[in-house]
């Protein structure tokens, strides 16, 4: 699988390693555990990544929702500024939401 990372990506400079995808936490959450994957390929939109690199995408955001014992949460993608992109490589946020009865929502 081929890198095509830039170094002018905030997110092309996180995952300058060996994974074929990747996910941490995003720095400014909407909730607790907010996390982002994206791949490791410098795409702005959804549509204009290789298949091999969005193959790899959706089973670890399963990962992560499973491990992370989610209930209810988010997966959400942008494509845009009108879409509310802000960060031009594709990414898929993760948002959980956190049970109301628990005091935590
Ligand atoms: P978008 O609006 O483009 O779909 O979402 C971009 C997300 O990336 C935002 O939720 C923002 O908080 C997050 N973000 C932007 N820069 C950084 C960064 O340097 N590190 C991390 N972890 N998250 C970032
Ligand atoms: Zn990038």
């Excluded at 995408?57 to 993608?77: C, E, F, M, R, T």
Aim: charged share 20%; aromatic share 8%.
């Amino acid at each position: 699988m081929a890198d095509h990372l830039t170094d002018s990506c905030i997110f092309c400079k996180i995952i300058r390693g060996d994974l074929p995808s990747y996910a941490f936490l995003d720095i400014n959450p909407l909730s607790d555990g907010h996390a982002l994957v994206i791949p490791k390929y410098h795409a702005e939109f959804f549509h204009q990544l290789p298949e091999d690199h969005l193959a790899d995408i959706l089973p670890l955001a399963k990962k992560i929702a499973v491990a992370s014992g989610l209930d209810q949460y988010n997966l959400l993608q942008n494509n845009g500024p009108m879409a509310h992109q802000v960060v031009k490589h594709v990414h898929f946020h993760i948002i959980p939401k956190p049970n109301a009865e628990e005091g935590l929502g």
